[in-house]
């Protein structure tokens, strides 16, 4: 498809047009910049909303409302019976003229329904004029100059039209983003648990090597296949006689060392070897506990990392405020959001950007975030988590085991502990290993004397089997912990590989992002200039700059009179940045319009004053909008500028050239008024035909001054410029006196064109209207007519006004104004 016009759009129960049972219906011309006018408050933005919502969706300036004004209730005209909004757009194709007649509905409870006829998709429709650019009103131009960069380059990349690029590009960087990313996958706690498998590894490894030798009675060779180290394993444990029952028959780790000490029991039974076998399984326990528990540098680096964690979290406001941090970043980084100095959870607005200020305070939290991690790591591969172990082998009481350490073990696995709860720790844990190491002296003592007491050969027997059992649990131990740990780094690696995709696809769409936007960028600053040079006519020479391969995008002055490369924000006045503003985005949608070949401009020139007002003007017609440029967008116009609408006035009727009025209220109806006058006769005639004069009088003045303003504007007569610039010097006295004055100058010079039956009708028709209604007016005393004689007066308005009017063609009834009073 190659582009769509807007040729009528019809809204009834929506926003401020109430019209129920009679919607408003506005018709474009594609050939012709169409104008339409509207004091405050009649309905003029409501025709902007309907088509922003017909189009996109959603009314940002809506939907941002706190929560308790309750925004999404405004959609719908207050005052509609039907509770239920209808906006039906009918676009023109430019490539064949086919017509897409779409209905767009909203119902109450904020369903929104789209319908199209002729089996036209209405929703791909919709889609394809969905650019930033077709709807455009003063505050998102504003926005485009005050915003920060990073900001004003993603708003820019709609403009030309990269949206989807940036949209990728922005989900890119955020997808790649690191803290993010680990946030999302939970590497904190898997990379801790990875050095924890790690660190079990190790240990099992080593107490395997100190259980084989001891049941061996050699060294254990790595190099050597496992059978091996099983087979001679098991060839020790067989080889004694007293064991032979318990082993017949297995493999060595399915053999029982519990039934093995039943059968040394048995073979000499007796107290003191059952005390023997129990301290003998103790000072092995206590022995392989102590050798896993933190060393003494391991601890003071648990306190250090603390201390760091401490100070990198005084800067910082706690736990709470992060997800406060964090939410805010989410609402402003969506798009939606497109004032990046409001803060979302107080509203307020200041001149610096909030998403910067959020950014900072969760980057202090990172640095927290990686010492939290530092602190796991620690944790895991230096054997705090096992000094419950040791723990409940020293307890004096079964209530002791493992509860003290309990809280700190959790505080170091989640990484939060802090230096009083690292000192404490420490110091405890050298309490524990302290009485640990008195409980194993105590014990061997005890042991070392029972042994002597009992014959060797069973001695030998006891330390064999409890060699066998320690090494069966470190291999069973050493397999989980392989294993654990090698389905761990499968995991970790794949989500390492993600990590890697995403940052070079980030860094891949980056530059690609970045070089489009550069090259388009270049390509709509002549135009840029030379739009902004001809609405404001002076030596300041505006500049865009992207910074490279960031989404940043820069603007300045490269010249402001003689003064080069010098800062826009700092000296250009607001219409000066405005007509900055709107330059680019005229640029931009000239260039890259893409299937949207409408723009509607919504009150873009409140700021200029009046000269560069009209310069905008004519820089639209002339230079931007169809028909004066072919390959143009069709422009619609709304404004409430009474100075524009003289120009508007003065336009309409040109080929190029479509203006309408509407009027109304949100209460009742929005109509346009394009034959206004002649729906003003009609309704003051039917009050003076009812005998109404009370309603019917006031309007018979406001039918007069429409009427006499319109042969003004039709025959293009003079006037003082008190009358052109202030609106209460266009009473009906004054201008009657310019048409007056004109037709007596014109007549002295000889060069009247009006016939002499059109001056005689014009003095028979002043007459009836000034004597017998503006003079007695005037003075007050209008409520003293009668319906009849108003009803006089009306018809002397009229006759007032085909004396300005010749025949065209001749004899064919159809009358029209002359050019001026000295041509037709």
Not at 579 to 601: C, E, P, R, T
Request: charged share 25%.
């Amino acid at each position: 498809m190659s582009g769509w016009y807007l040729e009528k759009i019809s809204i009834e129960g929506f926003r401020g047009v109430n019209n129920e049972g009679a919607p408003l219906v506005l018709k474009f011309k594609s050939d012709a910049v169409n104008s339409i006018f509207a004091p405050n408050g009649v309905g003029k933005s409501s025709i902007y909303d309907a088509l922003l919502y017909a189009i996109t969706g959603k009314i940002p300036k809506l939907d941002l409302l706190p929560a308790n004004e309750q925004g999404q209730g405004y959609y719908l005209n207050k005052f509609h019976s039907g509770n239920t909004g209808t906006i039906e757009l009918s676009l023109c194709s430019v490539l064949n003229g086919n017509r897409a007649e779409i209905k767009v509905e909203r119902a109450s409870n904020g369903q929104r329904t789209v319908t199209a006829q002729n089996g036209v998709d209405g929703d791909a429709v919709l889609k394809e004029v969905d650019r930033e650019f077709v709807l455009l009103d003063g505050e998102t131009f504003r926005e485009f100059i005050n915003a920060q960069p990073k900001e004003r380059g993603r708003s820019f990349a709609s403009l030309l039209g990269l949206r989807k690029y940036s949209l990728i590009r922005q989900a890119l960087t955020k997808f790649s983003n690191t803290v993010s990313f680990g946030n999302h996958f939970d590497l904190r706690v898997k990379t801790a648990k990875f050095s924890q498998y790690q660190t079990s590894a190790r240990d099992a490894s080593s107490g395997r090597a100190r259980a084989y030798r001891e049941l061996v009675g050699e060294d254990f060779d790595p190099a050597l296949d496992e059978k091996v180290h099983v087979e001679k394993a098991y060839s020790a444990l067989n080889g004694i006689e007293l064991l032979k029952p318990a082993c017949e028959g297995k493999g060595f780790e399915e053999v029982s060392t519990e039934t093995c000490f039943e059968l040394t029991k048995a073979a000499e039974g007796g107290e003191e070897r059952t005390r023997y076998e129990a301290l003998l399984r103790s000072c092995a326990a206590l022995t392989e506990a102590i050798k896993k528990v933190p060393s003494s540098g391991s601890l003071t680096s648990l306190v250090e990392l603390a201390i760091q964690r401490d100070a990198a979290l005084s800067d910082t406001q706690g736990e709470v405020f992060r997800e406060l941090y964090l939410s805010s970043q989410k609402i402003l980084t969506d798009e939606s959001w497109k004032d990046k100095t409001t803060c979302p959870t107080c509203e307020r607005t200041g001149s610096e950007s909030v998403l910067d200020h959020v950014s900072e305070k969760i980057a202090s939290y990172s640095k927290v975030v990686e010492l939290s991690g530092q602190v796991m790591k620690l944790g895991a591969e230096s054997g705090f988590s096992q000094i419950s172990d040791l723990e409940k082998l020293t307890a004096e009481s079964v209530e002791e085991n493992g509860s003290w350490s309990t809280n700190y073990r959790e505080w170091i696995s989640a990484g939060t502990i802090n230096e009083v709860q690292a000192k404490a720790f420490a110091e405890y844990a050298d309490e524990v290993k302290s009485r640990a190491a008195g409980k194993l002296k105590e014990q061997e003592e005890e042991k070392d004397v029972l042994e002597k007491g009992l014959p060797p050969k069973l001695t030998d027997v006891m330390q064999k089997i409890q060699a066998a059992k320690q090494l069966q649990e470190s291999m069973s131990a050493l397999r989980d912990a392989i294993q654990n740990a090698a389905k761990l780094e499968a995991e970790l690696n794949r989500i390492q590989r993600v990590k890697q995709f995403l940052d070079g696809a980030r860094d891949m769409f980056a530059g690609a992002e970045g070089a489009a936007a550069t090259r388009r960028l270049n390509a709509i600053e002549p135009k840029m200039r030379e739009f902004f040079g001809e609405v404001m006519h002076s030596e300041v020479v505006p500049a865009l700059q992207r910074s490279g391969r960031a989404e940043d995008i820069n603007i300045s002055l490269e010249q402001f009179w003689n003064l080069p490369n010098v800062s826009a924000r700092a000296l250009l006045s607001e219409s000066y940045r405005n007509a900055f503003a709107i330059s680019v985005y005229l640029a931009a949608a000239s260039l890259y319009g893409g299937d949207a070949k409408f723009v509607v401009l919504d009150d873009v020139t409140s700021s200029f004053d009046s000269g560069h007002q009209l310069h905008l003007m004519n820089v639209i017609k002339r230079l931007f909008a169809r028909p004066a440029v072919p390959d143009g967008p069709q422009v619609i116009l709304l404004s409430h500028d009474t100075a524009l609408e003289k120009l508007f006035n003065t336009y309409n009727g040109e080929a190029g050239w479509y203006h309408q009025v509407i009027q109304g209220t949100a209460r009742t109806s929005v109509l346009p008024q394009s034959s206004s006058v002649d729906k003003l006769r009609d309704a003051t005639i039917d009050f003076l035909n009812s005998g109404n004069t009370f309603d019917g009088a006031p309007r018979v003045r406001q039918y007069l001054e429409f009427k006499l303003q319109h042969v003004i504007h039709k025959v293009n007569i003079p006037v003082p410029y008190d009358i052109v610039f202030s609106d209460d010097k266009k009473m009906a006295q004054n201008l009657i006196t310019a048409i007056k004055n004109a037709v007596d100058i014109h007549q002295a010079a000889n060069r009247l064109v009006l016939e002499n039956s059109q001056v005689n009708g014009l003095d028979t028709a002043l007459a009836t209207i000034v004597g017998n209604f503006v003079s007695h007016w005037g003075t007050g005393q209008g409520q003293a007519f009668t319906a009849h004689s108003l009803l006089g007066v009306m018809r002397a308005i009229d006759a007032f006004a085909d004396c300005f009017k010749y025949e065209d063609p001749a004899g064919s009834g159809s009358r029209k104004f002359y050019s001026s009073l000295s041509r037709r």
